[in-house]
């Protein structure tokens, strides 16, 4: 995400003010999470502290090992940041520094974005704060069993409210931590990101790559779930297809799972793509790679409601995402973007080739979807929801 991205915009009164909302009391909110990586859901956390400062609460991060790259950004904007530093399971001393941390900032309410915190933050807060828990539910990764799962289960017991980014997230997570209660819906939402034509012509400049190459980005942390190896397989596929045009694929995620990428590198080299597929790292010009790219692809094979398909919505390109998690509810198949099967490289392939050759659709779905992100998906309505849910719990006492 570029830092532009990140600077609240004043003309927006939905971010920049509340007055709906405004109170004479600043509420202490500690978001908790294992680190601030570079992820769907510390993105936002990321999100949700910046905005939220500015509407009058003091928000506190809590992270149960390092800070991370978000972590250390987030400190940058004056966002108070404290790392726990557990380092095994089951870390008890590490409980009894968290409810140490409470009893110093005292909490409100507490806001936990992953479930193997849950356990750590319902011990702590039971030997400190004794505040209402919020437990927000993000990605579709689960291990049926896991040890863990009957801990969160219990800690579960403590909670006050859950909220989920869309209703299959919901739904899973209301059956694997067997929670009968009601989940608000809470969709995740990005800054709008706008596209450049100076962005585009620098970005392919340095890349060597001239204004007739078709331009195919996705993004997203190199792991297992995100479905590489079925990208590589689908480019594998239209390269021996007769499209109008070169194309190459560009791929920017962290490297952080080596036993992975180092497969996906011998996989890339079996197949000769290293012409087609270059995978760029963790990058900061997020906003440059949507201006140089033509279409977004997303290879997933689990999801929530990866935000980099909001980012991909607000900037307008067109859409070949798998239809897994909430996906479909924020991509319309043919209308806003092309749905596609997991796992399915011929399939991925087709849908490739069919925007490649056909303008008139990228112009078509790419309208929709910014319109689509504008209707659903814009920061500020994210940020009302976390809002509106946080004050509601702390007013009912």
């Known amino acids: 995400m570029s830092e532009e991205n990140q600077r609240v915009s004043s003309s927006n009164p939905l971010i920049s003010s509340d007055k709906g909302n405004s109170r004479s009391t600043t509420y202490r909110i500690a978001f908790v999470v294992v680190r601030m990586g570079v992820g769907g859901k510390e993105r936002v956390i990321l999100?949700?502290?910046?905005y939220m400062k500015k509407r009058g609460f003091k928000p506190i991060v809590v992270c149960l090992t390092n800070k991370g790259e978000f972590g250390k950004r987030l400190e940058a904007q004056g966002v108070q940041v404290e790392a726990i530093r557990s380092n095994r399971r089951w870390d008890l001393a590490a409980v009894w520094r968290l409810a140490k941390l409470f009893r110093r900032f005292k909490p409100d309410l507490i806001n936990v974005h992953d479930r193997s915190s849950l356990p750590y933050v319902f011990l702590a807060n039971q030997m400190s704060a004794k505040c209402p828990i919020v437990f927000s539910?993000?990605?579709?990764?689960?291990?049926?069993?896991?040890?863990?799962?009957?801990?969160?289960?219990?800690?579960?017991?403590?909670?006050?409210?859950?909220?989920?980014?869309?209703?299959?997230?919901?739904?899973?997570?209301?059956?694997?931590?067997?929670?009968?209660?009601?989940?608000?819906?809470?969709?995740?939402?990005?800054?709008?990101?706008?596209?450049?034509?100076?962005?585009?012509?620098?970005?392919?400049?340095?890349?060597?790559?001239?204004?007739?190459?078709?331009?195919?980005?996705?993004?997203?942390?190199?792991?297992?779930?995100?479905?590489?190896?079925?990208?590589?397989?689908?480019?594998?596929?239209?390269?021996?297809?007769?499209?109008?045009?070169?194309?190459?694929?560009?791929?920017?995620?962290?490297?952080?799972?080596?036993?992975?990428?180092?497969?996906l590198c011998e996989h890339m080299k079996r197949l000769n793509l290293t012409d087609k597929v270059s995978f760029l790292g963790c990058r900061n010009d997020t906003e440059a790679l949507y201006s140089a790219a033509d279409i977004f692809i997303?290879?997933?094979?689990?999801?929530?409601?990866?935000?980099?398909?909001?980012?991909?919505?607000?900037?307008?390109?067109?859409?070949?995402?798998?239809?897994?998690?909430?996906?479909?509810?924020?991509?319309?198949?043919?209308?806003?973007?092309?749905?596609?099967?997991?796992?399915?490289?011929?399939v991925?392939?087709?849908?490739?080739?069919?925007?490649?050759?056909?303008?008139?659709?990228?112009?078509?779905?790419?309208?929709?979807?910014?319109?689509?992100?504008?209707?659903?998906?814009?920061?500020?309505?994210?940020?009302?929801?976390?809002?509106?849910?946080?004050?509601?719990?702390?007013?009912?006492?």
Not at 139 to 158: D, H, I, P, V
Not at 298 to 322: D, Y
């Open 47 to 50: 999100h949700l502290t910046h």
């Open 137 to 263: 539910c993000h990605g579709l990764l689960f291990q049926e069993k896991n040890r863990s799962r009957y801990l969160e289960q219990l800690a579960m017991r403590n909670v006050r409210a859950v909220s989920a980014v869309s209703e299959q997230v919901a739904s899973e997570y209301s059956r694997f931590l067997r929670w009968n209660k009601k989940i608000e819906i809470i969709p995740n939402g990005v800054p709008p990101i706008s596209r450049h034509p100076k962005l585009r012509s620098i970005l392919r400049a340095k890349m060597g790559l001239s204004e007739d190459v078709l331009v195919l980005l996705a993004v997203g942390n190199i792991n297992p779930e995100k479905g590489y190896e079925d990208l590589l397989e689908a480019v594998s596929l239209v390269r021996e297809e007769d499209i109008c045009r070169p194309f190459v694929v560009l791929v920017a995620g962290s490297k952080s799972n080596d036993t992975y990428w180092q497969a």
């Open 298 to 346: 997303l290879p997933s094979r689990k999801e929530g409601l990866p935000m980099v398909l909001l980012e991909a919505m607000s900037s307008g390109l067109p859409i070949i995402a798998t239809n897994v998690g909430g996906v479909s509810e924020a991509i319309r198949d043919g209308e806003s973007g092309l749905l596609i099967p997991p796992a399915s490289p011929q």
């Open 348 to 397: 991925m392939a087709k849908a490739m080739i069919k925007l490649a050759n056909d303008k008139s659709m990228r112009d078509s779905l790419s309208q929709a979807a910014r319109a689509r992100f504008e209707e659903r998906y814009d920061i500020s309505r994210m940020v009302n929801q976390y809002d509106r849910l946080f004050r509601d719990i702390i007013g009912s006492g």
